[in-house]
């Protein structure tokens, strides 16, 4: 079967050029708002799923949490397996299967890192997921984009060089999902890439969370834990507790 285009993408050394520039103090300061909302004990164990090469769950460890990274772009993972230690691991994982049972005190799903199969069937499996591998107690947080904001203000089209490479990039609305298609070349070799994510709103959230077995505790719409509004917010981000515990 041909691969995914995340599998395809997400494994590119070209992804981590085009996205080089994302800000890590943006990422950091996230860390330490959600650290401070949720004042987790210095013995927590941590889940970062689909944790790309690993800054959010390095800069955890940083501040003294056992955490595991998970993601399915092995190039991702073996990058970031240098910065490992008794404390941080990182494994190529699939999100929509299992990994530990009531282990974790929290499970993050950070950067609109999730909306990214086909069906909701194969969404709620992935929340399954997150939610088996949480403690009793524990909690999950997912971080997404605010759909409807990133529709009101699409770019259809946009060029960006990076290391002298010209990314040739647009945007559409397709089929309730949110494209991006990313053109270039280089080394005389043209290569297409593809970003499919999931128009997901509030409602659709609630409705995945419920099925997955999960309560929504708290709703945020940036990285200072500001309130979520539908048009304003940069982001939706979701804190949830299991609903059997």
């Not at 650290?35 to 210095?42: A, E, N, R, T, V």
């Not at 647009?170 to 053109?183: F, H, L, P, Y």
């Not at 999960?214 to 609903?243: A, M, V």
Request: a neutral charge; charged letters at 30%; hydrophobic letters at 35%.
């Amino acid at each position: 079967m041909p691969k995914k285009w995340f599998q395809n993408w997400f494994n590119s050394p070209y992804y981590h050029i085009l996205y080089k520039k994302r800000d890590d103090e943006e990422a950091e300061l996230f860390i330490d708002n959600l650290c401070s909302f949720l004042k987790p004990k210095q013995d927590a164990r941590m889940l970062d799923i689909a944790c790309g090469r690993g800054r959010h769950a390095i800069y955890l460890n940083k501040k003294g949490f056992e955490v595991a990274g998970i993601d399915l772009s092995y190039s991702s993972i073996k990058f970031a397996q240098q910065f490992e230690n008794k404390n941080l691991h990182f494994f190529v994982h699939d999100m929509r299967q299992p990994f530990y049972i009531n282990y974790f005190d929290y499970a993050f799903n950070m950067f609109t890192s999730f909306g990214y199969f086909e069906t909701d069937k194969d969404h709620i499996k992935a929340l399954k997921s997150f939610k088996k591998a949480l403690k009793k107690d524990g909690l999950l947080v997912l971080d997404y984009m605010n759909s409807q904001r990133i529709i009101n203000h699409l770019v259809s089209r946009e060029v960006k060089e990076v290391d002298d490479i010209q990314f040739n990039i647009s945007r559409q609305v397709s089929n309730g999902k949110i494209v991006k298609s990313i053109c270039f070349e280089h080394r005389n070799k043209d290569y297409a890439f593809k970003e499919e994510v999931k128009d997901y709103k509030q409602a659709d959230f609630e409705r995945l969370f419920e099925a997955a077995g999960l309560q929504i505790e708290n709703t945020f719409g940036d990285y200072q834990l500001n309130p979520f509004d539908l048009n304003q917010s940069d982001r939706l981000i979701f804190i949830c507790t299991k609903k059997d515990a």
